[in-house]
């Protein structure tokens, strides 16, 4: 049963797991080490596990037709054990576009605003943020009036800027919070 607020312990594992799983896209094939390590670096953090120490004594052997899908079972044994839900790649996308829409806010200057909105849109074309009408219309005006090139004007840009800062605000009404999809993972 989902608890009505998340501890700092909770929140540091579910924001160590989407980033995990950001960078390792499919966990189904992931290397062991990869996850050996991870499980290491939870370890380190006070979590633990007894199938945890299938990390640390069964290592894959190749003779024996270990598969990359038996890691995988076992790493997200793991995770429930620890009281957790697998996050759904979807929950992953929505996770990482809030965190990259919160660093656009909090950028100061034009340069940085820039990079940020940058940063967004090399997410979205990697498919690590999330595609939607609001976003796409951002990025559609991005590319028209030349958002990306420095000899757009200060006012110009600003003006750009908070029309972006709109569409997104919009999105991320329409989307679950980081709280609420973190409330969901947790059994």
Known sequence: MNSLTLDERQ????DDLFTFMLENYDLTN?????????????????????????FWYYEPIESLHSKAI??????????NNLGFYLP?????V????????????????????RDKIGDLWEAYEHGEAYECTHIITAFNIVREKGFFE????LGLFNTLY????K???????KSPTKEQIYLSLIQ
């Open 70 to 79: 038996d890691n995988y079972l076992i790493f997200c044994k793991v995770i």
């Open 94 to 113: 929505i996770i990482n576009t809030l965190k990259l829409l919160k660093e656009i806010e909090i950028a100061e200057t034009m340069h940085d605003k």
């Open 162 to 165: 908070q029309r972006l800062v």
């Open 30 to 54: 992931t290397d062991y080490v990869l996850l050996k390590n991870k499980i290491e670096d939870w370890q380190q953090y006070g979590f633990w596990d007894d199938a945890m120490l299938k």
């Open 167 to 173: 569409l997104f605000e919009l999105w991320k009404a």
């Open 88 to 92: 759904t790649d979807e929950q992953v």
């Open 11 to 14: 929140i540091w594992f579910l």
């Open 150 to 153: 420095y000899h757009c004007n």
